[in-house]
C-alpha cells in the first residue's frame, strides 16, 4: 500500500527520537513518551460550546526523550530543525516564549501550576503527525511532554481515564496560555483520552467520555485522511472570532454555552445578526448530527453515517465558514467517486478531510482526489488510511 503515508511503527519512532537526543545532547535520554494526532469524525466546532465530538486517535504520533536536571535549566530540540532552545524552566510561561518552544514547553509551566514538582529536563522531540494538516500535531506533542515532565515530576498521568483527563486539561491550559492558541480541548482529550479500535465521544459539557467501537474494516470499509496541503493556522484570529461570535450569542440568548440550545428556531429567532444565526445553527445542528452518527454506527447503517458526513462538511462551509477551495474540492472529488460521506476535520481553513469509502473503492478515490486538486493547480494531496488506534504513553520506563 505505498499510496498511503506510513505512521512510524513505535520501535521507529523510539529509535529515531533517541538518536535525535544523542546528537543534541550526547547523553542517553531517561525514557520515552509518545501521543498521537487525531481525526475527528463528527462534531466540529462544537467543544468551546460544550458540546460533543467524536475523535479517534491516529497511528500517527509524537515521540519524546526526555532526561531530568538538577540544576532547573531546560534544553529542546525537535526534528524540524537543528536549533537548541536552551533557558530556565521559570522562562517557560505565558508571554515569554512563542511559536515551537511555546508548544513543547508549555506542558511545564500548567504542570507546575497545578503543583507539580517539574525539575529541569533536557527534551528531544520528533514526530511522523503531520504539521499544519489539522491533525492536532499541537495536541500530540503538549501530551507526549505532559506524560513525560509528570512522570519525571514523580505521578503518572496515564494510569486511568481520570488522570489522563486531569492531563488533557493541563495541556489545554497550556495550548491556551503560553502558546496563545484558544482551541477548545477536544484534540487534548483524543491525544490522551481514546482506545485503540475506539472512537472518543466526548461531552464537552461536563468532560465524560464514552468509548464507541469505531470497526470500519470488519464491514469492508475505511477511513482515508485527505491533507490538502493547505496551510492552516488556528493562531491567526479566524478561529478565535468564530469562538467569540457563540460565546456573545449565548449571552445574548441567556444560556451557558450554546449547548444548552434546545429550540433551534426560537433561539434563532432572537439573534439581529444574520451571520451570527448561521454561526449558531452550525453549532446547533452539529452537536445533533454527533448523537445521530453514534446511533447509526452502532447500528452499521455506514450510508446514514456517510450523510451526516455530508452535511456536516455542508454546515461547516456555508454555516460555519471554516472551509477553503482545497478542501471543498477534495470533499467533492471524493464523494463523486464513490465515497459514502466525506468532510473536512478539524478547526479547518486549509489542513484535512475524511472520507468514508469501501475498501475495494480506496485506491480509486485517493486517486480521484489526487487528480481533482492537480488538475486545478492546487497542491497534491497527501492520502493516509487511518485506523482508531492508542492513546499516549510511556514506551520506555526512565
Ligand atoms: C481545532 C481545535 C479544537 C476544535 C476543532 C474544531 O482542532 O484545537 O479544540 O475546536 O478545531 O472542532
Do not use: K
Request: glycine residues 10%.
Amino acid at each position: 500500500m505505498s499510496e498511503w503515508q506510513q505512521a512510524w511503527p513505535s520501535e521507529v519512532g523510539v529509535r529515531t527520537v533517541r538518536e535525535l537526543f544523542r546528537t543534541a545532547y550526547d547523553a542517553e535520554p531517561d525514557g520515552v513518551w509518545a501521543s498521537p494526532g487525531r481525526v475527528n469524525l463528527i462534531g466540529e466546532h462544537t467543544d468551546y460550546n460544550g458540546g460533543l465530538c467524536l475523535p479517534i486517535a491516529l497511528p500517527h504520533r509524537t515521540y519524546v526523550a526526555v532526561s531530568a536536571r538538577s540544576d532547573g535549566r531546560v534544553r529542546m530540540t525537535t526534528d524540524i530543525g537543528d536549533e537548541v532552545w536552551e533557558g530556565a524552566i521559570s522562562e517557560l510561561a505565558p508571554g515569554q516564549v512563542s511559536g515551537w518552544v511555546a508548544y513543547c514547553g508549555g506542558p511545564a509551566w500548567a504542570l507546575r501550576e497545578a503543583g507539580f514538582e517539574v525539575p529541569g529536563f533536557d527534551l528531544a522531540v520528533a514526530s511522523c503527525v503531520p504539521l499544519g494538516a489539522g491533525l492536532s500535531s499541537s495536541a500530540a506533542v503538549e501530551c507526549a511532554v505532559g506524560l513525560a515532565l509528570a512522570q519525571l515530576a514523580g505521578q503518572r498521568l496515564d494510569t486511568d481515564d481520570d488522570s489522563r483527563a486531569r492531563l488533557a486539561a493541563l495541556c489545554v491550559r497550556a495550548e491556551n496560555e503560553v502558546a496563545g492558541a484558544p482551541t477548545g480541548g477536544m484534540d487534548q482529550a483524543a491525544s490522551l483520552r481514546t482506545t485503540a479500535g475506539h472512537a472518543l465521544l466526548l461531552d464537552c459539557r461536563d468532560g465524560s467520555v464514552e468509548q464507541v467501537r469505531f470497526d470500519l474494516a470488519s464491514d469492508g470499509l475505511e477511513l482515508l485522511v485527505i491533507d490538502t496541503r493547505a496551510s492552516h493556522s488556528l493562531a491567526d484570529g479566524q478561529y478565535g472570532a468564530r469562538r467569540a461570535a457563540c460565546e456573545s450569542a449565548a449571552r445574548i440568548l441567556g444560556v451557558a454555552t450554546l449547548r444548552e440550545v434546545t429550540d433551534l428556531d426560537a433561539a434563532l429567532a432572537q439573534l439581529d445578526d444574520e451571520e451570527v444565526r448561521r454561526r449558531v445553527r452550525h453549532v446547533v445542528t452539529e452537536i445533533a448530527r454527533v448523537t445521530e452518527f453514534v446511533a447509526v454506527a452502532e447500528a452499521g447503517d455506514w450510508t446514514a453515517a456517510g450523510e451526516l458526513m455530508d452535511a456536516s462538511h455542508e454546515s461547516l462551509r456555508d454555516d460555519y465558514e471554516v472551509s477553503c477551495l482545497e478542501l471543498d474540492v477534495v470533499v467533492t472529488a471524493a464523494r463523486a467517486a464513490g465515497a459514502l460521506g466525506a468532510r473536512m476535520t478539524g478547526g479547518g481553513f486549509g489542513g484535512s478531510a475524511i472520507a468514508l469509502v469501501r475498501s475495494e473503492d480506496a485506491a480509486s478515490i485517493a486517486r480521484a482526489v489526487r487528480e481533482a486538486s492537480g488538475s486545478r493547480g492546487l497542491p497534491v494531496p497527501d492520502v493516509h488510511q487511518a485506523t482508531p488506534s492508542e492513546p499516549g504513553g510511556c514506551l520506555v520506563e526512565p
